[in-house]
């Protein structure tokens, strides 16, 4: 059993692109160990939809393909294929859970001029 007692107030992490990097904290990082099975990771996908005109999909994957980027820290690991990248390049991912729903979600883009109020979707920075 880990102990994330410490970490309590911190639940986000940041795509960082140059380095191949993220840094974790542990909402999110405890959720993604607790859920990921093998060699299973998170993907990161932006789709075109939602009300802002894009959407941000999350989805378990064991396949990393060749325009795929890899972020990985002590055996977490998000995926982030290039096109979707430029849609998101610097922002936090982070866990929620409310009563009526638990999911990854996308925080802080530095890419979306503004979202929808569910957060799921964004308009893109011209």
Do not use: H
Request: with cysteine; aromatic share 12%.
């Amino acid at each position: 059993m880990r102990n994330w007692d410490n970490w309590a107030k911190c639940s986000y992490l940041i795509i960082i692109s140059k380095d191949k990097s993220f840094k974790t904290f542990p909402k999110m990082y405890v959720r993604l160990l607790e859920i990921a099975e093998g060699s299973e990771f998170l993907r990161l996908q932006v789709e075109g939809g939602g009300c802002s005109g894009f959407q941000y999909k999350f989805s378990l994957d064991t396949v990393v393909n060749s325009d795929d980027r890899v972020f990985e820290k002590s055996g977490a690991r998000v995926v982030v294929d290039l096109d979707s990248l430029s849609f998101v390049k610097g922002a936090m991912v982070d866990f929620n859970q409310e009563l009526i729903r638990s999911s990854f979600q996308i925080v802080n883009n530095p890419q979306a001029e503004q979202g929808c109020s569910c957060g799921s979707s964004f308009s893109v920075k011209l």
